[in-house]
């Protein structure tokens, strides 16, 4: 998990480590399912956000991802 924790993507994983898409996806999913769900304060006074887009299967299933955090609550 250190390379996505870095910024690299899946097809980067798979492409340094020389292992398949399904390989990377399926230990992203088993450390998703044990990681906790966050809870937030209710009220954050300054908030960083951030977004990246990416394609789906198909170049016309354009996704986007949005992200905010707190620097002053990690």
């Not at 899946?10 to 292992?19: A, K, N």
């Not at 398949?20 to 998703?32: D, E, F, M, W």
């Not at 954050?44 to 905010?68: C, G, I, P, T």
């Amino acid at each position: 998990m250190p390379m996505t924790l870095n910024g690299s993507g899946i097809r980067d994983i798979t492409r340094v480590l020389h292992i398949s898409i399904n390989t990377v996806l399926k230990v992203i999913r088993a450390a998703a399912a044990e990681t906790p769900e966050p809870h937030p304060p209710p009220r954050l006074a300054d908030v960083e956000v951030n977004e990246m887009w990416s394609f789906v299967e198909r170049k016309h299933n354009q996704s986007w991802l949005w992200y905010a955090f707190s620097p002053k609550t990690q």
